[in-house]
Structures are given as C-alpha cells and as structure tokens.
C-alpha cells in the first residue's frame, strides 16, 4: 500500500505540537480532582444528530447530482473524480478501479491507525471496497466527498471487527520504526523534544474509540471538519469539541516525565 510519508511526517508533527501545547498549558492550571480521568463524551455531543453518507435504494437517487462534491482543491480533479463516481453508479467497473487507486491509500491509512496491524489494515481496506462496489448503485450524493462515504464503511468494518472479536485495541510496534521521525531541529522545548512519534501513538491508541478516529483524521489523514463530521456523524461543532477533547486526553496520558 502506498505511503505518503511527507503528508504522514507532517501529520505527527502538527500533532506533537499540539499535544506540547495542551501540555504547556495544563502546567499553568491547578490541578483537579478530575485530572486522573480522560475527558469523556459529554452528553450533548454525543447526543447531536450528524449527517448520513449512503442511500440504501435499489439504485442511483434521480436530482442528486447537484450536490455531488469532492473536497480536492484542483477544479480538474473535482470533476474528475465526480465523474468516476457517476458512471461507476451506472455499473463501470473500470471507472470504479480509478476511483480505488485514489483512495486506497488514504483508506488503508486510516485503518492501519486504527488497528495498529499492516495484514489487518489491509484485509480491511480490501473489504471495504468491496462493500463499496456492492453498493455503488444505491450510493448517494450528500454535498460531500465520496472518500467519506468509503471512510464510513472502513470505520464501521474495523468497529465490527473489534466488536466480533471482543479485543481491545493495543499498540503493537509492527512497522513503527518505518513511521517514527527523528526529532526537527531548532530549538525545540524538552516536552516536545521527549514527544517521539512512538510515544505519541501509544497514547493515540489508548483514547475512547471516536476520539481517536477524529484525532487520525484530522492530524493524520489531513481531512477536513466537514468531511470528519460525515465519517462520524457529527455536527462541525461537534467534531472540533471532540478534537479539542482528544488531544487534552492525549496530553493527560503522556509518560509522567513528559508531564
């Protein structure tokens, strides 16, 4: 599966700045009874309604072209990728395998943050193109990108798979020294400078489920408010209150000497 290691480097970059940030300022606010706690869900964000990113009729919705989208930010591409998915509604598989060598990586990606395991992420990623294309016919447009649709069917294959499993996810080190950058030059705070990669993703594995996927997505995945919003079914209020909570959680599970 294809990597994109300068988007990747990137991604944990911005996301140990802002873990060193949440850090740094945890250090000038006194300490309470809840700190030994993760910031849980609250009821009203867990509570708002969020989008929908399918339709389950038998086949393509008719007058919803006008709300087809894609999120690239090459006008060419946009029409591009609109039009591949049109005719692989219609049954055009060639279309359909463009529209695979697109997403894949980014797909594979995020299922590989969420299960830790490169077979698994891979295996996952297959089945949900497949599920893609069984469903294609009945795919509608929503005003967002296609790639959320296929970020809602990997998300809810890697829930169904820890469910089916009854495991808990945990942090292997399978390919993490590929993935752990050494730290920037410059001068860099000690907090920062002791945030590796590795320890960042320790931590990253043990948030509530839907924090770390919005953490992934936003940090990792490079994906926009709106588009985490329709992956998790969430308002765009709702998901930055969920980043805020998953990287101050982060921050609280950071080793004692980082703290």
């Known amino acids: 599966m294809p990597w994109h290691d300068g988007d990747l480097a990137r991604g944990l970059e911005a996301l140990r700045v802002a ?7 945890s250090e000038a606010v006194p300490a309470s009874a809840g700190d030994g706690w993760l910031i849980a869900e609250s009821s009203p964000l867990a509570h708002q309604p969020g989008p929908t990113s399918g339709h389950s009729g038998d086949g393509p919705a008719p007058g919803d072209s006008n709300l087809a989208a894609s999120s ?3 006008e060419a591409e946009r029409q591009r990728l609109i039009a591949l998915v049109e005719l692989a509604r219609q049954g055009d598989t060639e279309a ?13 990606r995020f299922l590989y943050y969420r299960t830790r395991s490169q077979t698994l992420a891979e295996d ?31 998300r809810n294959l890697a829930t169904d798979h820890f469910k089916a499993s009854r495991t808990r996810l945990e942090l292997t080190t399978e390919d993490m020294g590929a ?15 002791g945030l590796t990669n590795e320890v960042l993703l320790q931590c990253l594995a043990k948030l509530p ?18 588009e985490t919003a329709v992956v998790l079914g969430r308002s765009e209020g709702a998901i ?19 703290r």
């Open 72 to 74: 690239e930010e090459n």
């Open 124 to 154: 996952l990623t297959s089945e949900t193109f497949f599920r893609a294309l069984r469903s294609m016919t009945g795919f509608r447009w929503q005003g967002k990108d296609f790639g959320a649709w296929l970020m809602t069917i990997a």
């Open 96 to 108: 359909f395998g463009l529209l695979y060598d697109h997403y894949n990586g980014a797909v594979y």
């Open 179 to 193: 993935h752990d950058d050494a730290a920037a030059d410059g001068p860099e705070t000690e907090v920062l400078a």
């Open 19 to 25: 873990v060193a940030a949440a850090l740094a300022a």
């Open 240 to 258: 930055k209150q969920l980043q805020l909570r998953g990287v101050r959680n982060l921050a609280k599970l950071m080793p004692e000497g980082l």
């Open 209 to 226: 489920t839907e924090q770390r996927d919005c953490v992934v997505m936003r940090f990792l995945q490079s994906m926009s408010i709106a």
